[in-house]
């Protein structure tokens, strides 16, 4: 088993938020994430503005959390989604799913969640 607690920038992040979990945990050929809102690399917050911009900003953190183990969002299986508000946010999220992810899509849930930051919460 192998543990993922550290990442410059998801360190920094984390701090600002206080906010302390593991990142990953890598067993064999299984590699189970924690759940990320999107964080702005710039600032080191939450990001900003409309859904989308929250969305794609947690994409682009499992980018560069599984870049950094030399993998990408083309190896996940599952993903799991929590939506502030599933109601108003789902259709924009279905169709930045279907954007990132190609035919056959991998498995999901998404679920209505009252989250403690961020509009969305991908793990």
């Known amino acids: 088993m192998k543990l993922l607690n550290s990442l410059p920038e998801i360190d920094v992040a984390s701090a600002t938020l206080a906010i302390r979990n593991g990142i990953s945990i890598e067993t064999d050929a299984l590699v189970t994430l924690s759940g990320f809102a999107g964080i702005d690399f710039k600032t080191h917050a939450i990001s900003d503005g409309p859904f989308g911009r929250h969305a794609h900003g947690s994409n682009a953190t499992f980018e560069y959390i599984l870049g950094s ?5 083309d190896h996940f ?8 508000d599933s109601v108003r946010d789902f259709p924009e ?31």
């Open 69 to 73: 183990m030399g993998l990408s969002l």
């Open 93 to 123: 999220w279905n169709a930045i799913f279907k954007e990132r992810f190609a035919a056959p899509y991998l498995c999901r849930t998404t679920v209505g969640a009252p989250l403690v930051v961020g509009l969305i919460e991908v793990e």
């Open 77 to 84: 299986v599952k993903v799991r989604c929590f939506l502030q």
